[in-house]
């Protein structure tokens, strides 16, 4: 496997003894001994990375519950899956066209700071959602503008919440370190919908339903990840700014190294495929729980809620892989296998083998979502590491837009067993041309 230039700072620079944060000393208080026999949690013998983790997990969590309310408010106030792919179009277009940019600004500022702004952006997005539902003005066209906003603001965190991890522990952890963060993303997908149903039925006779409520705990959870990265060290390589490249010259260095590196190429174009043909199903997940299945919130809940818990099965175990293990193969697998379980969600007609395809479709996509990550991490030079993760960002969030208003617009036409199976079909025919050419993901000198 190809293996990044070697740089006297990459990652983790010698650094004198006297420093209160270097590596050393961060390991200082977790349990060393135990995590060491286990792998699979051995990044939390860092300091960093714990306080990174856990303010991360709590704030996921709410935005989980929220994510899941507001697709639920979406679809009882229109009823049309069409006009939940429009909000997901909103929240994710801005992505699409600013992320390259923002990648750029990610390597070249501090970006410890720079997430910092972002959370407390999207923490004021919470609460106005939570402020216009109290009041009883929540409409689309606020939904829609709020969405947008928050787009934007993902658009400036994205990149640079990517390229923090490897900032926060050794090289030789990274793809540890990064299955465990999509670890508490996807247990957040698993606890989020689950709680977001116990608030509304909790609140379910205030004259809000418990929606204002959801808002307003995702509005305090985003206090937990603003306190975190306050207190970290993260060991940023900051590409200086009189270091005699343009932002345009420093953009176009990005795009030129992804476009020069055929593995970087096509494990970006894996993104791509997962995303926009396996994602959607997210879309039409309402409309699948009411028309299909004949299933109220918790039960919608439920099923969002049986993915999530796919994924944190799938992210700990790429957590738990030996680096023996061509993570290549991992990712053909991994592609084969979620398609074949999408199929499965189309064709169920009970809600126990709909929630076993979720299950099995979130293993398999976070599995392959991890690994290309991963690979594209540690292939990487760090001085550009932002911005080549930026074209990753680019290829995994900023496509679901365009998935979902695609998917949103079929599912009203064909229905949404019918747009599930089209998009299962081309995941699944690229998923055997990769497996017909596996040296497509592989270095084209140093091959797999």
């Not at 939570?130 to 993902?154: F, K, P, T």
């Not at 795009?255 to 495929?273: D, I, K, Q, S």
Request: net charge positive.
């Amino acid at each position: 496997m190809s293996q990044a230039p070697t740089h006297e700072d990459d990652h983790f620079p010698i650094e004198p003894p006297t420093d209160s944060a270097t590596r050393e000393a961060d390991t200082v208080g977790a349990p060393q001994g135990m995590l060491r026999r286990f792998r699979t949690f051995e990044s939390f013998r860092h300091r960093d990375f714990r306080l990174f983790f856990s303010g991360a997990l709590v704030s996921s969590v709410g935005t989980w519950m929220q994510t899941t309310a507001l697709g639920w408010l979406v679809y009882d106030l229109t009823k049309h899956s069409g006009s939940i792919g429009l909000v997901n179009f909103l929240a994710g277009v801005p992505i699409f066209v600013l992320i390259i940019f923002t990648g750029a600004l990610a390597d070249r500022t501090d970006r410890q700071r720079l997430l910092i702004v972002t959370q407390v952006v999207l923490m004021l997005q919470a609460v106005a959602f939570a402020l216009l539902a109290a009041r009883g003005n929540i409409s689309m066209a606020w939904i829609y503008g709020l969405s947008l906003a928050g787009g934007v603001a993902s658009a400036f965190m994205s990149p640079a919440w990517q390229a923090m991890t490897p900032d926060l522990v050794p090289r030789e952890l990274l793809m540890n370190a990064i299955a465990l963060s999509s670890a508490q993303f996807n247990a957040a997908r698993l606890i989020g919908p689950v709680a977001a149903a116990m608030v509304v039925a909790l609140f379910s006779h205030s004259k809000s339903s418990g929606v204002t409520e959801v808002f307003w705990v995702n509005a305090a959870s985003y206090l937990f990840v603003i306190w975190a990265l306050a207190v970290i060290h993260p060991h940023q390589h900051i590409v200086p700014k009189r270091s005699g490249v343009s932002p345009w010259g420093a953009l176009a260095a990005g795009l030129t190294y992804a476009r020069e590196h055929r593995r970087v190429r096509m494990h970006l174009l894996t993104a791509m495929m997962i995303t926009i043909f396996g994602m959607p199903f997210a879309t039409l997940l309402p409309a699948i729980a009411t028309k299909l299945l004949h299933l109220g919130v918790s039960g919608y809940s439920g099923l969002m809620a049986a993915n999530g818990l796919g994924a944190l099965v799938g992210a700990l175990g790429v957590a738990s892989i030996s680096a023996n293990v061509r993570r290549e193969a991992v990712i053909r697998t991994a592609l084969i296998v979620m398609p074949l379980a999408a199929t499965v969600l189309a064709l169920s007609k009970t809600t126990a083998l709909s929630m076993g395809a979720l299950v099995v479709m979130g293993a398999a996509f976070l599995t392959t979502v991890s690994s290309v990550n991963t690979n594209l991490q540690t292939a990487v030079p760090p001085e550009i590491r932002a911005r080549v993760m930026s074209l990753f960002v680019l290829s995994f969030m900023g496509m679901m837009p365009f998935g979902a208003l695609l998917f949103g617009w079929l599912g009203d036409l064909i229905g949404a067993e019918g747009a599930i199976l089209a998009g299962a079909s081309v995941l699944l025919a690229y998923a055997v041309f990769l497996t017909a050419k596996p040296a497509l993901l592989c270095d084209q000198i140093t091959g797999c």
